[in-house]
């Protein structure tokens, strides 16, 4: 049997996570240094956007709710990130692009082990969901965003 308020909890985490995730990927989509992967950054975004729609009807399963304080944090967070990357040096930028790249993959590789987690209860809690699915999209979409970093941090690495 699970803890109900610890399950609630860690939803809550995982829903604030996608939040900074979304506003994350909002701030570095349109750096230079990225428009050849857009096609990979709105895939991404669509992942995380359908991970948050499975985070909150888990929260209304379990008769929880979405953390209000959760909620707010993941937008002082992204006002933060937002400061950050209005540096105008391009080596500066690069570094940060490279560090929020890095941020988006952490929150993919955290989700994949909230699912696996979730793959292995029994009863309502998967009644409509997927967690092995899920789980493989969260690990092909870290994956996509590693082959992005790679690419980021090359760049970084020749201005420094």
Same mark, same amino acid.
């Given at each position: 049997?699970?803890? #109900?308020?610890?399950?609630?909890?860690?939803?809550?985490?995982?829903?604030?996570?996608?939040?900074?995730?979304?506003?994350?990927?909002?701030?570095?989509?349109?750096?230079?240094?990225?428009?050849?992967?857009?096609?990979?950054?709105?895939?991404?975004?669509?992942?995380?956007?359908?991970? #948050?729609?499975?985070?909150?009807?888990?929260?209304?399963?379990?008769?929880?709710?979405?953390?209000?304080?959760?909620?707010?944090?993941? #937008?002082?967070?992204?006002?933060?990130? #937002?400061?950050?990357?209005?540096?105008?040096?391009?080596?500066?930028?690069?570094?940060?692009?490279?560090?929020?790249?890095?941020?988006?993959?952490?929150?993919?590789?955290?989700?994949?082990?909230?699912?696996?987690?979730?793959?292995?209860?029994?009863?309502?809690?998967?009644?409509?969901?997927?967690?092995?699915?899920?789980?493989?999209?969260?690990?092909?979409?870290?994956?996509?965003?590693?082959?992005?970093?790679?690419?980021?941090?090359?760049?970084?690495?020749?201005?420094?």
């Amino acid at each position: 049997m699970i803890d #109900r308020d610890a399950l609630a909890m860690s939803l809550n985490d995982h829903l604030t996570g996608s939040v900074s995730t979304l506003r994350m990927i909002g701030l570095v989509r349109d750096a230079r240094e990225l428009a050849t992967f857009q096609d990979v950054i709105q895939t991404v975004t669509r992942g995380v956007e359908t991970e #948050r729609g499975v985070l909150q009807r888990l929260l209304t399963l379990i008769g929880a709710s979405e953390s209000i304080g959760a909620a707010t944090i993941a #937008r002082v967070g992204a006002h933060a990130a #937002r400061a950050q990357l209005s540096i105008e040096r391009d080596e500066e930028l690069r570094f940060l692009l490279f560090e929020a790249i890095e941020y988006l993959m952490l929150g993919l590789y955290g989700r994949l082990a909230l699912w696996s987690v979730l793959e292995t209860l029994e009863g309502d809690l998967r009644s409509g969901c997927d967690f092995k699915q899920l789980g493989g999209t969260a690990a092909r979409h870290a994956r996509m965003l590693g082959q992005i970093r790679l690419c980021v941090g090359r760049g970084v690495s020749a201005v420094a």
